[in-house]
C-alpha cells in the first residue's frame, strides 16, 4: 500500500543494527534484508575456493565468477527473519564466523562486488516495505529513503557484544581478536574509495552505547511512527 517506507540503517559493526531491523521489520510487516550478511557470502564464497586467504586475493578472478555467485534470502519462520543462502546452500551460520569477518572488508571493497549486491538491493526494495541495514544504505542504495539511522556505539561496547554472541554460539574467540577486527573493519569500511561507510546528511545518529535493545527500540519506534506519517 501506499503508506509503505524505506527505511535505512547503516553504522559501525555490532551497533544493533539487526537487530533493530528485525525488530522493525517484524512490526510493520516490512522485508528485512540483512545487506553486510551478502557481502559475507561472497566472502564465503571467495575462501572456499581459495580466491582469498591471509596472503593472497585473487580479486580479477572472483571479479570474472561473480556471475555464477548466486546470493538469495529466505524466511525462516521459527526465526522469524530470512536467511542467507550462497547458490543454493543455507550459510547463515557458516557467514558469520570470525575468519569470514576478517576478509569482507577487503571483498567489499571491490567495485564490481558493490554493483551486483547493490543492484540487488535495489530490485528487493523497489516496492518500500522494506528495511535494510548495512554500510551505504542510506548514502548509496536508498538515497532517497523515508527514515535513515546512522547507528554508532563505542568500539569496546561493540566488540563486547560481538564477543558475547560469538562464544554464545560456541566459536573460541578471544576478546583482544574481535575488538581487533571490529576497528580493522571500521577503519576499512570508512576509507574505501567506493561507497565508504559515512553518515548521510539527513540521517539520524543514534548512540546506543549506553541503551537497551527495549530502550533503542522506544526511540527508533517513535522517529518511525513520525515518518509513516509524513510519508
Ligand atoms: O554485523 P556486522 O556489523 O559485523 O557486519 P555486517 O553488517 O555483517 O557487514 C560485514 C561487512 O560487509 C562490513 O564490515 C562491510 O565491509 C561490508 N558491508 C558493506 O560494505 N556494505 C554494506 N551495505 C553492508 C556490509
Ligand atoms: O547488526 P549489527 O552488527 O550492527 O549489530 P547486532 O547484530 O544487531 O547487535 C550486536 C549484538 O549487540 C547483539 O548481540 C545484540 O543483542 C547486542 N546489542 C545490545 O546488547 N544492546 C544494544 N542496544 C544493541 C545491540
Known sequence: ???????AIDGFSSTGKSTIAKQLANQLGYVYVDSGAMYRAVTLYAMQNNLIGDAYFKEETLIEQLPTIDISFAFNK?????EVFLNGVNVEKDIRTLEVSGFVSQVAAVPEVRKQLVDQQRKIGENKGVVMDGRDIGTVVFPNADLKL???????????????????RG???????VLKNVQERDYMDSNRKDSPLI???DAIEI??????????FKVISNLVTKAISNA
Open 1 to 7: 500500500d501506499n503508506n509503505k517506507i524505506t527505511i
Open 78 to 82: 521459527t526465526l522469524g527473519f530470512a
Open 150 to 168: 546512522f547507528m554508532t556505539a563505542s568500539a569496546e561496547t561493540r566488540a563486547e557484544r560481538r564477543y558475547n554472541e560469538l562464544i554464545e
Open 171 to 177: 566459536d573460541e574467540v578471544d576478546y583482544q581478536a
Open 199 to 201: 553518515k548521510a546528511k
Open 207 to 216: 548512540d546506543n552505547s549506553n541503551m537497551t535493545i527495549d530502550e533503542q
